[in-house]
């Protein structure tokens, strides 16, 4: 590929790249307070996995799809809904949101926002872009192949992360017999 066969998709990979790379600034710096405050990683790793996916779907974009793949509107409507859906959970999760996978004895369950709705709204919504994003420059095989990936990959990290959570939910229901807070 060359510079002159610059198009829509590469563009939209390269902001996605600086999207996610700014999200990782976020996560570094909650990562470093919670350390700080004794959280503790679980599925370290595991991580390197879970980055090199992410990486790969993101070159997938820029160096499989054609610079004049055409654009379909409507799915390009719901990709940046899940945007949106997206920092609803990040925004919800706050100074616990990581990339990573840490758990603090004393930090409450998050249940609210999304999490009110299903267990791992984060994950749902990668999964979705995932095979959303390619499918948009009608690349529906890449989308289901990068989404397949993903999901393996994801399927994964929520066992770590449910075994991680394990003993904080387990005390919040014996505390409030099965409510969540």
Not at 91 to 105: A, E, V
Not at 157 to 164: A, C, F, P, S, T
Request: charged share 15%; proline share 4%.
């Amino acid at each position: 590929m060359t510079i002159d066969s610059i198009g829509w998709p590469q563009a939209v990979a390269l902001m996605l790249l600086l999207q996610r790379g700014l999200e990782e600034l976020y996560s570094q710096r909650n990562t470093r307070a919670l350390t700080a405050q004794g959280a503790r990683e679980v599925g370290r790793s595991y991580y390197p996995v879970v980055a090199t996916t992410h990486l790969a779907w993101i070159a997938s974009i820029y160096f499989l799809i054609s610079s004049d793949a055409p654009i379909y509107t409507a799915l390009a409507v719901v990709y940046l809904t899940l945007q949106i859906i997206r920092y609803w959970v990040i925004g919800t999760l706050g100074r616990y949101w990581t990339h990573r996978i840490f758990t603090l004895d004393k930090a409450p369950i998050v249940c609210r926002g999304p999490y009110r709705l299903i267990r791992h709204p984060n994950y749902a919504v990668t999964i979705a872009e995932t095979f959303l994003l390619p499918m948009v420059f009608g690349c529906f095989a890449l989308g289901v192949i990068m989404g397949a990936v993903w999901s393996a990959v994801l399927a994964y990290k929520i066992v770590l992360e449910d075994e991680g959570l394990f003993e904080r939910r387990r005390c919040v229901e014996v505390e409030h017999g099965a409510a969540r807070i």
